[in-house]
Every structure is written in structure tokens, then in C-alpha cells.
């Protein structure tokens, strides 16, 4: 009889170390969850996203119940570890109340055994939508060359806030707070204009292609046309020579009589410009040649021989063309005069030796005109 106890209370004593030692035993384990906000703020019509930690994790399902303690929101799998592991659940902005307060319940099952909860407080709040800022950028593109070496980019925005500017390649065209672009050498560039966002305005960003490069022959050509048209539109410069005038001065480089420091403001001389001089001037500061420019601010300019023009190396005498294929920008020389020809049959030219506003002036040249000049230089470009 005390063996037969002996046996039952051995074969008990088993039971019991097994159930503790075995995978019953580590079900037992109580697991525990760590949420890492006790109170959630979120706008609406936005999801929700709780996360924390689930210690014991053995791949037990932590699910999200909505404030009845029933109705499940999300869920998501723990990791089978064993260690404390970390979850993000995200409870779809549909499954909660669109304004006020509510309360969501997370909990940890295991497949055996006990379970843990806990309870997380939700702030849900209506935010009204945000405004567009209204931002506008003229144009898309900006072509900058040797001739237009500055540009600004006209932005402007409804909301009033500040607005930014970036280049993708500053060393190529930089650009100022203001969008001002300065040309630095030729490339392509990405222009950045933004505002930052704020409560009430959603962020704003476009961006506009800036593209660096050299200027065409045609390009130079029409720079140059446009200045002398311009001078001649202009009333205070009129035709200079002799004591008016340095022969073959410009008044731009300070070299029509002498250096600018001796010019007289009280002289109406001041503006003047004999024929030659003129259009190197247009070449020089118009276009930008380089060498034209030097010697435009040496005063050593262009005259009535072809060797004058050569010594520039841009241009080439093209004999005398007929009177239907002129082109824009040609220079036609006789033994007395220089004038260049603006297409659609007219010219301009430093002409009169009277100081009248007229004596510097575009106007239509006749046939007649034309035959008077000896040949036509042309442009080529540098």
C-alpha cells in the first residue's frame, strides 16, 4: 500500500514539472503590451496609427477594439520571438467618428493562455481644408546669352507669403532672394520658386528652365540693329563732328571729346555721333563684340576702307548686292559715309552735319539711295 502512494504521488510530482517545464508552461507566460502614446491627437479624415511594444511576442494577434470593447478596427501579427518585439497598427480614418473624443482598446492574444490590453485615448479633430497659395510664375522658359546676361523672374502669390528661389546650378546662373538671374557661363539650369506651407495654406512649388548659352550671329546682329534704332529714336543725340566731336568717338565710352572727366555736362555736344562712329557703336555695345568694343573705347574704330573693318575679324566684304538682297545688318560704306541697312528697304545712319534731333535717323532708302554707296560689309559673327 505505501509503495502504490509512493508511485501516485511520484507519478504526480511529474505531472506537475511537465505542465510547468513544457510549452503549456511558457502559454502561461502573461504577456504584456507598452503603447508608446497614451493619448492620440490626429485631424480628420486622416488614419490613425498606434504603435508600442508586446513582450512574450509568440505571433499572437494584437487587435485594436473601438470603444464597446467588440468592434475590431485593425489588427496585425506580433513576431514569434519570444522577446519583447515592437507593432504599428493603422486603424483606417473610416472605421473612426469624424470629430470629438473616443477611446480604442489594443489587445494581445496567444494562441494558449492569458492575454494582455491596453487602452489608448483618441483626440479626433475637423481641420478645415487648406488653401491653395494662388502662386504664379511668368513663363516657363528663360533664354539667357551673352546680350542678356540678367533676368528676373515675376512671381507672384495670392496667399502673400514669401517667396523662395533656388538654382540647381548656381555656378552656371545664380539667382538672387528677389529672382534675380545673373548669367555666369553657358548651361542649362532648374529654377526653384516656392512658398512653405502653413495652417491654412498648402505648400506651393514650380519651376521654370533657364537656358545659358551664346548668342547667335542673327542674335548679334539684331542687338545691334536695335541699338542704333534706339539712339536714332532718341532726340538728345543728334550728328557731331569736327570741334563738336571726336571723329571717331563714342559718347557710351566717354571718347567723342576725350575722356568722359573732361566732357562738359552744359555742352550739347555731349551726345554726338559722326557716321562711322556710330555703327561701331551699334556693333560694339549693341551686339558686344569684344574687339569692336576695345576699339570702340580706344576711339579707333571703323571708317571708309575695307582694311578698317578687317582689322576686327568680323567682317567680310561682300561686294555690292543687289538691291533686293541686302540683309539686315550690313554696313554700306562709300568714300564719305557709313550706314547700315535694317531690312525692308531702310536704313539708319549719323547724317547732316546740323544738330538737329533728325540727323540721327531711321528712314526708308530709295534705289537711287543705294547706288551712291561703293560696297557692303557684312557681319559674321564672333
Same mark, same amino acid.
Given at each position: 500500500?505505501?509503495?502504490?502512494?509512493?508511485?501516485?504521488?511520484?507519478?504526480?510530482?511529474?505531472?506537475?514539472?511537465?505542465?510547468? @517545464?513544457?510549452?503549456?508552461?511558457?502559454?502561461?507566460?502573461?504577456?504584456?503590451?507598452?503603447?508608446?502614446?497614451?493619448?492620440?491627437?490626429?485631424?480628420?479624415?486622416?488614419?490613425?496609427?498606434?504603435?508600442?511594444?508586446?513582450?512574450? +511576442?509568440?505571433?499572437?494577434?494584437?487587435?485594436?477594439?473601438?470603444?464597446?470593447?467588440?468592434?475590431?478596427?485593425?489588427?496585425?501579427?506580433?513576431?514569434?520571438?519570444?522577446?519583447?518585439?515592437?507593432?504599428?497598427?493603422?486603424?483606417? +480614418?473610416?472605421?473612426?467618428?469624424?470629430?470629438?473624443?473616443?477611446?480604442?482598446?489594443?489587445?494581445?492574444?496567444?494562441?494558449?493562455?492569458?492575454?494582455?490590453?491596453?487602452?489608448?485615448?483618441?483626440?479626433?479633430?475637423?481641420?478645415?481644408?487648406?488653401?491653395?497659395?494662388?502662386?504664379?510664375?511668368?513663363?516657363?522658359?528663360?533664354?539667357?546669352?551673352?546680350?542678356?546676361?540678367?533676368?528676373?523672374?515675376?512671381?507672384?502669390? +495670392? @496667399?502673400?507669403?514669401?517667396?523662395?528661389?533656388?538654382?540647381?546650378?548656381?555656378?552656371?546662373?545664380?539667382?538672387?532672394?528677389?529672382?534675380?538671374?545673373?548669367?555666369?557661363?553657358?548651361?542649362?539650369?532648374?529654377?526653384?520658386?516656392?512658398?512653405?506651407?502653413?495652417?491654412?495654406?498648402?505648400?506651393?512649388?514650380?519651376?521654370?528652365?533657364?537656358?545659358?548659352?551664346k548668342s547667335t550671329?542673327?542674335?548679334q546682329i539684331d542687338a545691334?540693329?536695335?541699338? +542704333?534704332?534706339?539712339?536714332?529714336?532718341?532726340?538728345?543725340?543728334?550728328?557731331?563732328?569736327?570741334?563738336?566731336?571726336?571723329?571717331?568717338?563714342?559718347?557710351?565710352?566717354?571718347?567723342?571729346?576725350?575722356?568722359?572727366?573732361?566732357?562738359?555736362?552744359?555742352?550739347?555736344?555731349?551726345?554726338?555721333?559722326?557716321?562711322?562712329?556710330?555703327?561701331? #557703336?551699334?556693333?560694339?555695345?549693341? #551686339?558686344?563684340?569684344?574687339?569692336?568694343?576695345?576699339?570702340?573705347?580706344?576711339?579707333?574704330?571703323?571708317?571708309?576702307?575695307?582694311?578698317?573693318?578687317?582689322?576686327?575679324?568680323?567682317?567680310?566684304?561682300?561686294?555690292?548686292?543687289?538691291?533686293?538682297?541686302?540683309?539686315?545688318?550690313?554696313?554700306?560704306?562709300?568714300?564719305?559715309?557709313?550706314?547700315?541697312?535694317?531690312?525692308?528697304?531702310?536704313?539708319?545712319? #549719323?547724317?547732316?552735319?546740323?544738330?538737329?534731333?533728325?540727323?540721327?535717323?531711321?528712314?526708308?532708302?530709295?534705289?537711287?539711295?543705294?547706288?551712291?554707296?561703293?560696297?557692303?560689309?557684312?557681319?559674321?559673327?564672333?
Open positions: 500500500m505505501n509503495k502504490i502512494k509512493r508511485l501516485t504521488l511520484l507519478l504526480l510530482i511529474c505531472c506537475v514539472f511537465a505542465v510547468f @517545464s513544457g510549452p503549456e508552461a511558457q502559454a502561461l507566460t502573461v504577456p504584456k503590451i507598452r503603447l508608446d502614446q497614451a493619448e492620440l491627437t490626429k485631424e480628420n479624415g486622416s488614419d490613425a496609427v498606434i504603435t508600442g511594444t508586446v513582450s512574450a +511576442a509568440g505571433g499572437q494577434r494584437i487587435t485594436v477594439f473601438a470603444s464597446d470593447g467588440s468592434t475590431v478596427l485593425a489588427w496585425c501579427a506580433a513576431g514569434s520571438s519570444g522577446k519583447k518585439e515592437a507593432f504599428r497598427i493603422t486603424i483606417p +480614418a473610416g472605421s473612426l467618428p469624424e470629430n470629438g473624443s473616443t477611446a480604442v482598446y489594443v489587445q494581445s492574444g496567444s494562441v494558449r493562455g492569458m492575454t494582455a490590453s491596453g487602452k489608448v485615448k483618441m483626440t479626433i479633430r475637423s481641420m478645415a481644408p487648406k488653401k491653395e497659395q494662388g502662386l504664379k510664375v511668368s513663363g516657363k522658359r528663360i533664354l539667357l546669352t551673352n546680350l542678356k546676361t540678367k533676368a528676373r523672374i515675376k512671381a507672384s502669390s +495670392a @496667399s502673400g507669403r514669401k517667396i523662395r528661389f533656388r538654382s540647381s546650378r548656381p555656378g552656371v546662373v545664380s539667382v538672387t532672394s528677389k529672382g534675380v538671374l545673373k548669367r555666369k557661363k553657358s548651361g542649362k539650369v532648374k529654377i526653384t520658386v516656392w512658398q512653405t506651407g502653413s495652417e491654412t495654406y498648402k505648400p506651393s512649388q514650380k519651376t521654370i528652365t533657364v537656358v545659358s548659352r550671329r542673327k542674335e545691334a540693329v536695335a541699338w +542704333a534704332i534706339r539712339i536714332a529714336a532718341n532726340n538728345s543725340f543728334c550728328y557731331g563732328s569736327g570741334s563738336g566731336a571726336h571723329h571717331n568717338g563714342c559718347y557710351f565710352c566717354g571718347t567723342n571729346y576725350g575722356p568722359r572727366k573732361y566732357m562738359k555736362p552744359s555742352k550739347r555736344y555731349k551726345k554726338t555721333y559722326c557716321c562711322n562712329p556710330f555703327i561701331h #557703336a551699334a556693333y560694339a555695345h549693341g #551686339a558686344k563684340h569684344p574687339r569692336m568694343l576695345a576699339g570702340c573705347r580706344r576711339a579707333s574704330g571703323i571708317g571708309m576702307q575695307k582694311r578698317t573693318f578687317w582689322k576686327f575679324g568680323c567682317w567680310k566684304c561682300v561686294g555690292k548686292p543687289s538691291y533686293g538682297k541686302l540683309q539686315k545688318g550690313d554696313v554700306l560704306v562709300k568714300h564719305n559715309h557709313v550706314a547700315m541697312y535694317i531690312g525692308r528697304h531702310r536704313m539708319v545712319e #549719323a547724317s547732316g552735319g546740323t544738330w538737329s534731333a533728325s540727323s540721327i535717323s531711321a528712314h526708308h532708302m530709295s534705289k537711287r539711295e543705294y547706288r551712291k554707296f561703293s560696297f557692303v560689309m557684312r557681319y559674321k559673327g564672333y
